[in-house]
């Protein structure tokens, strides 16, 4: 990794930008927050689009609103199509895209005028196929953007160990929309029919980049949605059924590309959330809450064989050791430590903390 100081990367007058930026939007009735998306792409002070709005089957009028736009602004192309899910929407983008250049905009968010313009400017300045974006939480009374004025060089596949290192000094993110990268780096890949379909997509174009460019400057406005607590219901059967196979599956797929100590790192990860879930599903009034307890305990004493590799590792914390290992020894156990934690250990530090403050 080498970082830039005070970079700036030089932008390209109109008539240079001939780099074509293919800009895929995926439009399944969000006809409310579409125009905003929409717009925000076209005031872009890169010129060279191609938007493409991928119609996922709108009931909402959302479609009309896609075709529309095409009579605004020719830089914008619509495709309608039966309804698929997402996968299947961002899957036509990536087919039906002319660009030299791919990226992706979800369409209830919206980009800064010059996200584009900067990051292919990075890109060509520090000859990258990959360059990445912080991106600004817009919740429903307030905004969270912690940018800086960090910029860094990444050579081979040490953006994918920063990535997987879950650093929110490094906010890369599994998203593909605070992303900008050479067509060349996704031919043939796609998304997969899965809820989190973006962890198998992302961490594959983060293996096959040659060298990345990240800058920390929030040019991305995501909208976060209001969820229920886990603390009430439990986790979300997308967690069991989706999101845990996919942590599975990344790991399978570093130690493909023989990246055991990546592999490793993942898997801590993964080990430290199985964890967290357990204790959620604990706490809360899971109406499964004794099938989901059974699913977690299943998967977390099936690795204990690869615990000392996995816990051995640079970043791993022997805090989370300790408490796997409590686990191991009796979930019983483990489970009245969590409840002391909460009822005791919790508030003294909330309270010693407050009483610094004054």
Known sequence: ?????????????????????????????????????????????????????????????????????????????????????????????????????????????????????????????QDADLAVCRYRKIYENRRVDLSTPMAAVFEGQELLAKYLEEDEAWLIQTAVWNKLWKRSLSDGLRFPKSLYEDMYFTIRLLAKSKRSVYLDWAMYNYVCSRTTSTTNIGLNEKTFNDLIPNFYERSAFLREIGREDLALLQDYFLYKRLLLFYTAVCRSQDPKKKEHKAFLQQKIEAGKDCYAAVYGIPQASSQEYRKMKLFLKSPILYRVAMRLNDSFLIPIKVAMANRRQR
């Open 1 to 125: 990794m080498r970082k830039l100081e005070q970079y700036q990367p030089e932008k390209q007058k109109k008539g240079e930008q001939t780099g074509l930026i293919s800009v895929i939007v995926t439009v399944y009735n969000i006809r409310e927050y579409l125009p905003k998306a929409v717009d925000s792409i076209l005031s872009s002070t890169y010129h060279n689009l191609e938007v493409l709005l991928i119609d996922d089957g709108s009931t909402d009028g959302s479609e009309r609103i896609c075709d529309e736009y095409t009579k605004k602004d020719g830089r914008v192309r619509v495709v309608h199509q039966k309804n698929g899910g997402a996968y299947s929407a961002r899957n036509t983008g990536l087919l039906e895209a002319k660009g030299d250049y791919l990226t992706f905009v979800d369409g209830d968010d919206w980009i800064e005028p010059q996200m584009y313009e900067t990051l292919l400017a990075a890109m060509m300045e």
